[in-house]
């Protein structure tokens, strides 16, 4: 198990506790993060990388694989195309460079690429923090290239494995949740996709594709974009250089935020509609294996409609009636108009889900991916050098800060639960013992904070989990809004925010 930019016993415990189990009986661990996480404590080998120097690790790690003769070239001459590109760039990528940028001893560089390539069932896991950088998406596309260059794909115990970031984010992006695709990533460009949803929902539909939520908020600053319906999302808290989306919440001319709870988003809003949690509805979550599982009302929902209803509601106040009797009723139509879903019904996943792609009644799902080939035919290898981040450490801001979650909060719905305040109630920003000492801080004190973008207080926790030189912390807080500091730039693709770098300075508070 080669794990990078994931802290997966916080961020996922479930699937945290069986590869410490897999550990356990004897799998080989590699783990590659800037922090001592705790499955670094597990691992078998634990790469400190440089914030923001995946590619460079990734190019190192293949550029070993290849002068040592360990690539798979049978998989690679029958499944991937585009090779002699790869080689070429990686050449540069030698261990001495790599480490020198990446901070990781040359001996591991060298271990770690003979023990991944050399390995008969390796799976690649990434998350966040893969993603959640200016380079995301070639990032991710790095992570690619070394599982095809050993040809680890398209068997059982192999495979890229991007664990989501919540729930049903899988799902969400399944069922069209994207301002670019209807459902089962179907194009909005593509004429006979939008002919066939056309027909299906009785209305012309645009052909271009919509505006991704960094882009939201921009047009929402210039006057474009004069009215949001948010539905359990609360981008004041968890969105990047928040307070430039709080000034784009306050240019728009309506807001509805539909929510359990009043939370920071919904301060904002000029109506706040009641939402039914996962709990008080019907439907299915698709998780990051793609299997398709059945949710069950277990109470009745509190504000008198499930969400769907609650949609359908204003949908015919609109103009637009909705006729639906259930939530097996809508996800028929769904199964009807997607061709990788074809195959679910309820009655299929009534004891065990399904994973897509499903096409047919009789058809048994798809285990894993990629068995015989990839959906564009051959796997095409990326040319990918190092992109730095966007914002650096310098004499102003001397601290690099990185972000993510801690495990009793998981996102930001726990500050309203009392029973999780009392185990852990503020945040604790991780300092380094080497920075606290020429700060004169201990664990417990009071401390600035301060990017280019806002500042905050918040109690820090000395520790050796992070290296010198770097700050780490949550964002569950609203009392230390941690994304006031973070980065607003964005990965050009995905427009995913560079939470994971951004230069901040840190002094004691006074009287502290």
């Known amino acids: 198990m080669f794990l990078i930019g994931t802290n997966t016993t916080e961020a996922h415990p479930v699937a945290g506790y069986k590869m410490r189990k897999a550990a356990r009986r004897g799998a080989k661990l590699i783990v590659a993060d800037p922090r001592r996480i705790e499955l670094a404590e597990e691992a078998d080998h634990w790469l400190r990388i440089q914030p923001g120097t995946d590619i460079p690790l990734l190019n190192g790690l293949m550029h070993i694989i290849i002068k040592e003769g360990l690539h798979n070239q049978s998989f690679i001459e029958e ?19 790599v480490s020198r940028l990446t901070g990781v001893p040359v001996e591991d560089l060298y271990t770690v690429a003979r023990l991944y390539a050399t390995t008969d069932r390796a799976m690649l896991f990434y998350t966040l923090g893969i993603t959640e950088h200016i380079c995301g998406t070639n990032n991710v596309m790095s992570v690619a290239n070394l599982a095809m260059l050993t040809g680890h794909l398209g068997r059982p115990g192999t495979g890229v494995n991007p664990i989501r970031g919540q729930n049903n984010v899988q799902g969400a992006c399944d069922m069209g949740a994207l301002p670019n695709v209807y459902t089962g990533y179907q194009k909005v460009t593509d004429p006979a996709s939008r002919a066939k949803f056309e027909k299906a929902w009785g209305v012309p539909l645009p052909g271009e594709a919509g505006l991704m939520i960094p882009e939201m908020f921009e047009a929402a600053h210039h006057g474009e974009l004069k009215a949001m319906y948010i539905l359990g999302e609360n981008p004041v808290l968890t969105d990047p250089d928040s307070n430039h989306i709080r000034a784009g919440l306050e240019k728009l001319e309506f807001l509805v935020v539909q929510e359990l709870f009043m939370t920071e988003t919904a301060e904002y809003a000029d109506v706040v509609l009641p939402a039914a949690s996962f709990a008080e509805t019907d439907g299915t979550f698709t998780n990051t294996e793609r299997r398709v599982q059945r949710v069950r009302q277990a109470i ?15 949908g015919d106040r609109m103009g637009y009636p909705m006729n639906y009797r259930s939530a097996e009723e809508i996800f028929n139509e769904m199964a009807s108009l997607t061709p990788s879903y074809a195959g679910i019904s309820y009655a299929r996943i009534e004891d065990k889900g399904l994973q897509w792609p499903c096409p047919s009644a009789d058809h048994p799902g798809t285990p894993y991916l990629h068995a015989s080939s990839f959906t564009r035919g051959k796997g095409l290898f990326q040319s990918i050098d190092h992109i730095p981040p966007a914002e650096l450490p310098d004499r102003e801001y001397p601290f690099l800060l990185s972000t993510g979650r801690i495990l009793y909060h998981y996102n930001v719905t726990t500050p309203y639960s009392a029973g999780i305040q009392s185990i852990w109630s503020k945040e604790f920003a991780e300092v380094n013992p080497y ?43 609203k009392d230390s809004p941690t994304n006031a500091l973070t980065s607003n730039a964005v990965d050009p693709v995905t427009k995913t925010g560079e939470y994971k770098v951004c230069a901040v300075k840190m002094q004691k508070v006074a009287g502290e």
């Open 79 to 97: 499944r991937t195309e585009n090779f002699e590109a790869l080689r070429e760039t990686v050449e540069k990528y030698t261990p001495d460079y």
């Open 300 to 314: 009745d929902p509190l504000p008198g409609m499930a969400n769907w209803q609650s949609i359908m509601a204003l």
């Open 435 to 477: 920075d606290a000492e020429r700060l004169g801080v201990e664990s417990g004190d009071r401390v600035m904070v301060a990017s280019r973008r806002g500042e905050l207080t918040t109690r820090i926790g000395v520790t050796d989990r992070v290296p010198p030189g770097m700050i780490w912390m949550s964002f569950h807080y």
